[in-house]
């Protein structure tokens, strides 16, 4: 029954007037942010030639989102989220246009950073707004079309990003994101969203005082609910699991696998075509997203798919692990975001989002270090053997923590 329906669901959301301008900007930009991904990557290699510099482009991405999390979770609850939302992607847009235009490392540096500041506004944002434009029980639907066509996106871009950057440089790669931000600002400047939804008080926005006061009412948020509490430490966990595991994905394929460079696409491409139909298998079994299991057993799967991987050789048996990894990867991603979005209020929603983006990425760090000093110490499965462990643990605890947890909404329609 639920397979019959999946399709239906699915173009009746992409098709909602509410909807639809959101999920074709954002379609359009992430086309675009695959194409700057990439050719930042050579423009910094061309640049420098260097490898470590390349490896800092990334430090210089993460540090911005480290130091301006906490202030933008605050500013994503002060202000109108649709006036954020179109002023990030106009600065966006202009910081790209500037990167067409770069002729010194030190400057592809500064601008990703300010770009990766602008998208810490805008990111917590949009999450923060599907509510708003779609049913509460539509959100599953709209969480999975956005993720599904995002991952074709990225597939789709990344194949006509080669063939372009070496054709015609990286400079073009940089306009088309200018624009996809440009054509995003217009489709978000389209929908309705009331002006003051989720608004903090305006009577309590005085001074520096009310500035902590809003930072320390998030906080209190997230330490006294039981759900968003019991989700951070498991996220907090699974992040610290995962961070070295992806990252060195491609000394797995190397020295275990003992691939050529050229194989490491192949891997990518197997978590790929996972993630794009793991929305699309999830919806042909349920509607209901209020289930902690459609959150953690993802956890426990891929866990166990990293322990394997590090056991077995055979590339066709890695290509399946990784297949399971990405369903399970979106599975998990689009059922946190369609429970985010549901159980956290309005009033403390963006703040709320950017703590846990800001975890994520700290534990992310944490990992990253840890993993690249045992690589080369114990070797790369004992790596992956840990964090599938870990991974698994992390599911585990949050099926003993919030199994029997009772979602705001369950015997309810409409919005909370």
């Known amino acids: 029954m639920h397979s019959r329906n999946v399709g239906a669901r699915y173009t009746k959301i992409i098709t909602s007037r509410a909807y639809f301008p959101l999920w074709l900007g954002q379609l359009v930009s992430n086309f675009g942010d695959t194409l700057n991904y990439i050719a930042l990557v050579v423009l910094v290699y061309q640049l420098s030639g260097s490898g470590v510099a390349v490896s800092l482009t990334v430090l210089f991405e993460i540090v911005p989102l480290l130091l301006l999390a906490p202030i933008a979770g605050i500013v994503i609850d002060r202000f109108p989220r649709k006036t954020i939302l179109v002023a990030s992607d106009l600065v966006r847009g202009g910081l790209v246009l500037m990167l067409a235009f770069a002729n010194a490392t030190w400057q592809v540096y500064v601008i990703a950073a300010l770009l990766t500041a602008a998208s810490v506004f805008f990111s917590p944002t949009l999450q923060a707004v599907i509510p708003s434009v779609v049913d509460k029980e539509a959100l599953l639907a709209a969480n999975s079309v956005a993720w599904s066509t995002e991952q074709l996106v990225q597939i789709v871009a990344s194949a006509v990003a080669g063939g372009m950057i070496a054709a015609i440089g990286t400079s073009p790669a940089f306009i088309v994101n200018a624009f996809s931000f440009l054509f995003s600002a217009l489709m978000i400047s389209r929908l309705t969203i009331p002006a003051h939804v989720g608004e903090i008080d305006r009577s309590s926005r005085r001074g520096f005082a009310g500035w902590l006061g809003d930072a320390g009412e998030g906080l209190r948020y997230v330490r006294e609910d039981r759900f968003v509490s019991r989700l951070w430490l498991v996220q907090a966990i699974a992040s610290l699991a995962v961070g070295a595991t992806g990252a060195l994905l491609i000394v797995l394929a190397e020295r275990h696998l003992r691939l050529p460079p050229e194989g490491f696409a192949w891997l990518l491409l197997a978590i790929g075509a996972g993630a794009l139909l793991g929305p699309i298998v999830l919806g042909s079994f349920t509607s209901n997203y209020r289930n902690v299991k459609l959150l953690f057993v993802p956890y426990i799967i891929r866990g166990a798919g990293d322990i394997l991987i590090a056991l077995l050789t055979p590339l066709p ?47 992310q760090l944490v990992s990253l270090g840890a993993g690249g000093l045992l690589v080369d110490r114990v070797g790369i499965r004992v790596v992956y053997y840990a964090g599938g462990a870990l991974l698994a643990l992390a599911g585990l605890l949050g099926l003993a923590l919030l199994g029997n947890h009772t979602f705001k909404g369950e015997t309810q329609e409409g919005h909370s």
């Open 317 to 363: 048996v890695a290509l399946l692990i990784l297949f399971v990894y990405g369903l399970n990867t979106s599975t998990g991603m689009v059922v946190y975001n369609s429970l985010m979005q549901s159980q956290v209020p309005e009033g403390v929603r963006g703040r709320v989002y950017t703590l846990m983006d800001l975890t994520w990425s700290l534990m």
